[in-house]
C-alpha cells in the first residue's frame, strides 16, 4: 500500500502507518491526513473514468457513493472495504431556493446528503473508518455525537457486525430522531450529563485507556471518505467546478475533507480550478466565525495563531459559555477539525459567516418548499447562501452548491413546532432560541367534519 498517516504541522510531518490507530501526532499532538504516494499509484487520466462504473454496478464497491471514487483514497485493499450502499445522493438544482438565495434561474444546487442510508453526510466517512476499523481488527468502536455520528456508526456496526459499539451524546442535546436511530441500531449509549464537547473529551478519554477504536472525525480516515462529497458534486456538474461551495460548519469535518479533496484533484491535475468554499456557522454556535471573521487567525501555511486560539478558548471556559443552537448538528464549541478547515479556508480562498436560528429556520422552510427536507443544520448552508448573496460576496450568475447534511426527519419536533401556528408549541420549542417568528409557516387548517365546509376552506386557498 502507498499509503500513509502525516501530522500537519509543517514543523513535524512526523508520519505512521495506516496499520497505526492514531487520532492525532504521537510527538506532537497535531491532527493527522492521510497521504498517498501519487506517483506509484495508478491516478486516472480524467474525472469521467469513474462513470464507466456505473454500468458495474452489481459490484456493491461501485455500487457506493463513495468507494466507486477508491482510486483517490486508496489506503484499504478492496476486500477491506465496508460499504452499505452509502453515498447515493443527488445534485439538485433548484430554482425555488435559488430565488429565495437571490440566485439567477438555474445557478443554485442542493447536494442532498440526507438519502444516505442513516440520513446524513456522516456515512460517507463513516464507512472509511469503519474499514479500517476492519483493517486493524477493532472489536469495539465509539463516538461522541450530537446525533448523526451515532446514527451512521451505530448502522454499520448493526449491518455489518464487524464491531460492536458504544455511543456518548450529551445530555438533553439531542434530536429524537437521531437518538431514535442509535437505539434502533443496537449500539450501548451513555447520556453524558454535558454538552458534546464534554462527551467527546470523555469517549477520547475512554478510547485511549481501553483500547476503543474511536470514530469521531479527528479520525483521520473519516475525512477521506468524507472527500467524495465533492467528487459527486463535480460528477453531477458533468465534471465542471462551481464557484462555490457552502457548507454548514460544526465539528468542521466536511469543510476540511472538502479543502484536502480540491487540494489533491488540482495537485493530480484532474481540475484545472479551485472552488470558493463559505463555512456557516449558527450564531449560537461560532467559534470559527469568531476566530477567523474577528480576530483574523489563518492557516497560515501552518504557523496559524495558536496564542489567539488558546486565548479564545480560555475565555470560553472562564465565562463557561456553551452552545445554543437550534441547529443541533452543529451545537459545538470546540470545533476539533480547526486547524484543519483552516487550511482548507486558504487552500479555497474561503469565507467564513454566522446565521441566526431565525435565518436557519426560514431558510429550511424554504428548501422544504422546494422539494427537499432537510434538518435545520443543512439549511445553514442555504441561509449563508443567501446572506453572502445580499453581501455581494456571491455574485448572481455564480453556480453556487449548498450542501444538506441530514435529512428533515433527523429533527421532526423542529419542523412542526415552526409551522404548526401553536403559539405555545413554538414558545416552548422555539422561542428561547431567538425565533421571534415562523416567516413561512404552513399551519394546518382545522375545518368541520362537513363537505361545503371542506370545500369552503378549499376555495378560500
Not at 181 to 192: F, P, S
Not at 307 to 335: C, G, V, W, Y
Not at 400 to 427: E, M, N, S, W
Request: glycine fraction near 8%; aromatic fraction near 8%.
Amino acid at each position: 500500500m502507498h499509503a500513509l498517516q502525516r501530522c500537519i504541522a509543517p514543523l513535524c510531518r512526523a508520519t505512521y502507518d495506516v496499520s497505526d490507530v492514531l487520532t492525532s501526532c504521537p510527538d506532537c499532538g497535531s491532527l493527522l491526513d492521510i497521504d498517498y504516494d501519487w506517483d506509484r499509484l495508478p491516478v486516472p487520466s480524467s474525472m469521467r473514468e469513474f462513470e464507466a462504473r456505473w454500468s458495474n454496478r452489481r459490484n456493491p464497491l461501485d455500487l457506493s457513493g463513495v468507494w466507486r471514487f477508491r482510486d483517490l483514497l486508496p489506503f484499504a485493499r478492496d476486500e477491506d472495504i465496508v460499504t452499505i450502499g452509502e453515498g447515493q445522493t443527488i445534485l439538485q438544482q433548484s430554482i425555488a431556493v435559488g430565488g429565495y438565495v437571490g440566485m439567477n434561474p438555474g445557478a443554485l444546487y442542493l447536494q442532498y446528503e440526507g438519502l444516505n442510508p442513516s440520513g446524513s453526510f456522516k456515512d460517507n466517512g463513516m464507512t472509511a473508518a469503519s474499514t479500517h476499523a476492519r483493517m486493524v481488527g477493532a472489536k469495539m468502536a465509539a463516538c461522541a455525537s450530537t446525533g448523526n455520528t451515532s446514527a451512521s456508526l451505530a448502522i454499520y456496526a448493526s449491518t455489518t457486525q464487524v464491531f460492536k459499539v458504544v455511543v456518548f451524546v450529551g445530555s438533553g442535546k439531542i434530536a429524537y430522531g437521531k437518538l431514535s436511530q442509535a437505539l434502533d441500531y443496537n449500539a450501548r449509549t451513555l447520556q453524558v450529563l454535558g454538552d458534546f464537547d464534554d462527551a467527546l473529551q470523555r469517549v477520547r478519554e475512554v478510547s485511549g485507556e481501553r483500547g476503543i477504536y474511536l470514530c469521531n472525525s479527528v479520525n483521520p480516515f473519516r475525512l477521506e471518505g468524507q472527500k467524495t462529497i465533492m467528487y459527486r458534486v463535480l460528477e453531477g456538474l458533468n465534471w465542471q467546478v462551481p464557484d462555490w461551495i457552502v457548507v454548514p460548519g460544526g465539528n468542521l469535518g466536511n469543510s476540511s475533507a472538502f479543502g484536502k479533496a480540491f487540494a489533491e484533484l488540482k495537485s493530480l491535475g484532474l481540475i484545472d480550478r479551485i472552488p470558493r468554499l463559505a463555512v456557516i456557522n449558527a450564531a449560537g454556535a461560532n467559534t470559527l466565525y469568531q476566530l477567523y471573521e474577528e480576530r483574523d487567525v489563518r492557516w497560515d501555511g501552518g504557523m496559524s495563531d495558536d496564542d489567539t486560539i488558546n486565548t479564545f478558548f480560555a475565555e470560553m471556559d472562564a465565562s463557561q459559555h456553551k452552545a445554543s443552537t437550534l441547529a443541533s448538528a452543529i451545537e459545538i464549541n470546540r470545533p476539533v477539525n480547526l486547524k484543519k478547515c483552516l487550511r482548507a479556508l486558504e487552500t479555497c480562498d474561503g469565507v467564513v459567516r454566522q446565521v441566526t436560528d431565525q435565518e436557519i429556520l426560514d431558510a429550511k422552510a424554504q428548501v422544504g418548499a422546494g422539494g427537499f427536507g432537510c434538518e435545520p443544520a443543512s439549511a445553514a448552508s442555504v441561509a449563508g447562501a443567501r446572506l453572502l448573496r445580499r453581501e455581494g460576496i456571491i455574485a448572481p450568475s455564480d453556480r453556487v452548491v449548498c450542501i444538506l447534511t441530514g435529512h428533515q426527519l433527523k429533527d421532526p419536533d423542529a419542523t412542526v413546532a415552526y409551522h404548526a401556528g401553536d403559539r405555545a408549541l413554538f414558545d416552548a420549542k422555539l422561542g428561547t432560541r431567538g425565533v421571534e417568528h415562523a416567516t413561512f409557516a404552513n399551519s394546518p387548517v382545522v375545518v368541520d367534519n362537513n363537505l361545503q365546509k371542506i370545500i369552503e376552506v378549499l376555495e378560500r386557498r
